[in-house]
């Protein structure tokens, strides 16, 4: 059992030193991110990207002017849901546009507070269109280390639609709780791997009757943790602070846990995420309960298959050479070469060795295997055949299982980090029964636990 546990989890550690650059989604607010927060990445040229989700907040109004009301008596929810569309305009640059709707509604206790600066005395509900957001971004991405962008974005969120409003208390000459005005918003964030860390800044348009909203200051983190090929775990915390305006909120910070599936190769994605309002679980605990959650539906295209292998022609033959006629004394054309023979496939073997009851990839042999995955990049015709290899301790089933977890884990970094085919490459395991190494001795058992890499290279470069 704890063999089996050292082996997922040196799995774990090699599948998450990155994040396969195929695997992206767009956020619930339309660009490509996590669940709330944007990453580095960018949609490729010319690729679709669509969103639907759905979500609900626990937050804290702000509170009314001249009162001091406890904020466990200034809760309310906030329920939306949001489609999105992307395009990928050039390698580095997309564009996206998000709309939707949501509802603002107090929870028990209500003894008042402000939304976006609106007052609210008595228990109410406001349903209402959510603001159109139309937003690009362009990143630039490290030369010297590839797993390193940097992406900076804007967009503005136009006003649309008017509110239904269930409260007799709201100023009747308001008819939003939303500003009536164009909100601007731009960032910047950076992707190292799996981790992503941003900041924005949001500029909020003021209501009628010049009523100010406060500006918006957002920090957050996140990570993006591939666990197998087509599940990622993603973690979010961001803090959201107000900047000036009327009737400014508390400032909160909000965690988001929860994962990504990605449905094989079709470009569809399910996401679904617990999120909690950390400043009310820190200071009241679940009561009222801080949590609420997430749900996503999403697509972004698979990137197309590597192109077909180059079919190069036998040589043919020089043609017939006419004898010239006796009386024209022509002379007799030299014979042209033939062409050059196709080049011969050669074959190359690379081993990488693992600790024992352990699939973790050593740095030794990432380091192979980045060797290997240069040489698959320079001829797309290249193939490779892994197969896992074991020592004798143990049981053969035993055996046979970390060997193929260790053939796996050498195909999913060459396809996670360095985004060869996975239909190049086939693997396979042979336990204990083919030893390469005396069984006997400890230094052979240690070679014995390998994972044997064959590359068949067609150009024969």
């Not at 040229?45 to 702000?62: H, M, N, S």
């Not at 008017?162 to 009536?180: G, I, K, P, Q």
């Not at 060797?371 to 053969?396: F, H, P, Q, V």
Request: charged share 20%; proline share 8%; hydrophobic share 40%.
């Amino acid at each position: 059992m704890k063999a089996n546990c050292k082996a997922l989890f040196g799995l774990i550690l090699g599948l998450s030193s990155a994040v396969a650059s195929a695997q992206i989604a767009p956020s619930n607010h339309g660009d490509i991110g996590l669940f709330t927060m944007p990453t580095a990445d960018t949609a490729r040229p010319g690729q679709i990207t669509l969103g639907l989700y759905g979500w609900k907040e626990q937050l804290v109004a702000a509170n009314l002017a001249f009162q001091d009301n406890e904020d466990r008596t200034r809760l309310y929810s906030h329920w939306a849901g949001e489609i999105s569309f992307g395009i990928g305009l050039t390698r580095n640059w997309d564009a996206f546009i998000s709309a939707g709707a949501e509802r603002f509604e107090n929870r028990g206790g209500w003894e008042g507070g402000a939304i976006n600066s609106i007052p609210f005395q008595d228990d109410f509900r406001a349903d209402q269109p959510r603001k159109i957001r139309i937003g690009t971004k362009y990143r630039w991405v490290s030369e010297a280390d590839p797993d390193l962008r940097i992406a900076l974005f804007g967009a503005m969120h136009l006003p649309t639609g008017n509110t239904n409003l269930t409260v007799d208390s709201v100023d009747a000459d308001v008819t939003e709780v939303n500003s009536r005005r164009t909100d601007w918003e731009w960032g910047a964030v950076m992707t190292k791997g799996i981790l992503s860390v941003m900041g924005s800044y949001t500029l909020s348009g003021k209501h009628d009757n010049d009523i100010r909203v406060s500006n918006i200051f957002r920090v957050a983190a996140g990570v993006e943790v591939p666990i197998v090929p087509f599940f990622h775990l993603i973690g979010e915390v961001d803090r959201t602070m107000y900047d000036g305006g009327d009737l400014p909120p508390d400032n909160y910070s909000m965690l988001n846990l929860g994962g990504r599936f990605f449905f094989g190769h079709s470009g569809w994605a399910a996401s679904a995420a617990v999120n909690a309002n950390l400043d009310q679980l820190f200071k009241h605990g679940f009561s009222p309960t801080p949590v609420a959650g997430l749900v996503g539906i999403t697509y972004a295209a698979w990137p197309p298959p590597p192109p077909p292998p180059v079919v190069i022609p036998p040589p043919t033959s020089a043609p017939p050479v006419e004898e010239p006629k006796a009386e024209e004394a022509q002379p007799v054309p030299a014979p042209r070469a033939p062409a050059p023979p196709p080049p011969t496939p050669r074959m190359t073997r690379d081993e990488i060795f693992f600790d024992a009851n352990s699939a973790r990839l050593t740095n030794i042999a990432k380091a192979v295997l980045d060797g290997i995955a240069l040489r698959m990049k320079n001829d797309l015709n290249a193939t490779a055949a892994i197969t896992g290899y074991s020592d004798n301790a143990g049981t053969e089933e035993a055996n046979m299982a970390i060997s193929a977890k260790r053939a796996e884990a050498a195909k999913e970094y060459l396809v996670t980090r360095h985004g060869i085919d996975p239909n190049r490459i086939v693997t396979s395991a042979k336990g204990s029964t083919e030893p390469a190494y005396d069984n006997a001795t400890a230094d052979g058992r240690a070679k014995n636990r390998r994972a044997l890499i064959v590359v068949t290279l067609v150009s024969g470069a």
